[in-house]
């Protein structure tokens, strides 16, 4: 029996690659619709691939056949649209992968949007995540008192000057951190930092040592502030 997913050689002939009619239909109240299993291969596996139509014999088409292009090789529809689900500590429940440069895994919603691995829209960077949405682009949370909402770092193999969390924007604020206790801290720095630009302190500066202006910097009272 031979392989009804290919073109008959008459199409073939003709320049088209249109595959023959052979839907395939499973339905169950209860049950999987339709299953697929294999020992070492894909248990189940869905393509679209762009369609030319083939040319009636003797015409010839100006600037070459028309062509439509592909959809969805998979389409879920449910409670959950896909799901997959993986017993293997070494591999993942659902695994996406672009090999044209593209993003892996996208997902989107009714206004956020966000994707792993890929090119983030912005700068045109590779972003190994990227969310976007009218509140919080990226939330991270812990539920461990001393664990980490979100981690930024940089690998010692990559070397040069690297940034572990950076943050930017035009009138608006790069960095904020507050805190809702009376004995948290809004920020804290561990290890020399360097400021480009002025300071501006509402409240009391407590400094524990010794304080030495730069060549070009200054140290000004409140009052001097203000007249500035």
Sequence with gaps: MGDKTQPTPDIVSRGGNALPEAPLLGTSVSSAGVVGSSNTGVGVKGQSITLVEASPPGVTHVGGPSVLPASD??????????????????????????????????????????????????????????????????????????????????????????????????????????????????GKFIGNVEVTGDIHVNGDLKVTGSVQPGVAGRIISPAQAWTR
């Design 73 to 186: 090789g998979v389409l879920g529809e449910g409670v959950n649209g896909v799901r997959g689900v993986s017993s293997s500590s070494k591999d993942s429940g659902v695994l996406g992968e672009n090999k044209g440069g593209g993003t892996g895994v996208k997902g989107t919603s009714s206004g956020p949007m966000g994707f792993l691995a890929g090119s983030d829209p912005q700068f045109k960077q590779h972003a190994g995540a990227y969310g976007e949405s009218d509140h919080q682009g990226v939330m991270g949370l812990t539920t461990d008192a001393g664990g980490t909402g979100v981690y930024g770092g940089g690998t010692t193999a990559a070397g040069g000057s690297q940034i572990g969390v950076r943050g930017e924007t035009d009138k608006g604020v790069g960095v904020q951190g507050q805190s809702f206790g009376t004995k948290g801290l809004a």
